[in-house]
């Protein structure tokens, strides 16, 4: 009898939403638990087996000290280390505390700030251990994830596209919005993997699945600034979902009132 490869996920801080977008797989979902034995998966079963683990899929970011010990954990007991979502590969919404003060956030939120341990930064995931695979998004592109998890099955390299969405538009036959509206998008810099849902009803491009392999921030944000965007508008545009990436954060640093 083959033993069939064991699929473990795990979750830091995040919001689940990425771990969802795999249960939403439905009819592939059976297929993959077809081909792999989910050893841990909290999210959909109870059961949970000993490692070693062939892959682990890892959402969420590194926020605590507990965090940071038991992704070393993780990464000792996993063959393959894929980081799944925003949080994962680049901090998440919650690296917005990266700018600031975190110990201002905790004393003004909590009644009794002493009793919250957390650490300065949020960081993605690769700050702190060995990542084989980055699978970007928030929430991920859950066909992407069957692409991943079947190419590392395979042992090749996973198939995910690292152009911009301002492609994805061109393929779908959208009107560009920065260009035909002056509306911000941050598209041209924003990797693929949405199938242009903002743009294609109007809307620009928040950027959620972080900088594209090519990038020219710095040419965008001269655009958006000739028309009419803000110092502060262009600065908050670069922090969102992906704000600790290196390339939106090196932006919106530049622009940092």
Not at 160 to 179: D, H, Q, R, T
Not at 180 to 205: E, F, Q, S, W
Request: proline letters at 4%; glycine letters at 8%; a negative charge.
């Amino acid at each position: 009898m083959t033993m069939r490869p064991t699929l473990a996920v795990w979750k830091f801080a995040s919001c689940d939403g990425c771990q969802l977008g795999i249960l939403d797989l439905e009819d592939e979902l059976l297929s993959l638990v077809g081909a792999v034995q989910i050893a841990s998966f909290t999210e959909m079963t109870s059961a949970v087996i000993d490692g070693p683990y062939d892959v682990s899929l890892v959402e969420g970011s590194i926020t605590t000290p507990d965090d940071a010990d038991r992704i070393l954990a993780v990464r000792e007991a996993s063959g393959l280390l894929v980081t799944i979502g925003a949080c994962a590969t680049a901090g998440g919404i919650q690296a917005l505390r990266n700018y600031a003060d975190v110990g201002e956030y905790t004393s003004t939120v909590y009644a009794h700030p002493e009793y919250i341990t957390t650490l300065a930064e949020s960081s993605p995931i690769s700050s702190y251990v060995k990542v084989d695979f980055e699978l970007r998004g928030c929430p991920i592109n859950r066909y992407q994830i069957v692409e991943v998890v079947t190419a590392l099955l395979a042992g090749r390299r996973p198939v995910i596209p690292g152009y911009s969405v301002c492609e994805e538009c061109k393929m779908a036959g959208n009107l560009c919005v920065l260009v035909a509206h002056g509306t911000a998008c941050l598209g041209p810099v924003t990797r693929a993997g949405c199938g242009a849902l903002c743009p294609a009803v109007n809307r620009g491009c928040y950027g959620c699945f972080g900088p594209a392999d090519t990038t020219n921030t710095a040419s965008l944000a001269r655009r958006l600034t000739e028309l009419g965007t803000s110092e502060r508008g262009i600065s908050r545009l670069f922090r969102t979902f992906n704000s600790a990436a290196t390339e939106f954060s090196k932006e919106s640093l530049e622009h940092d009132a």
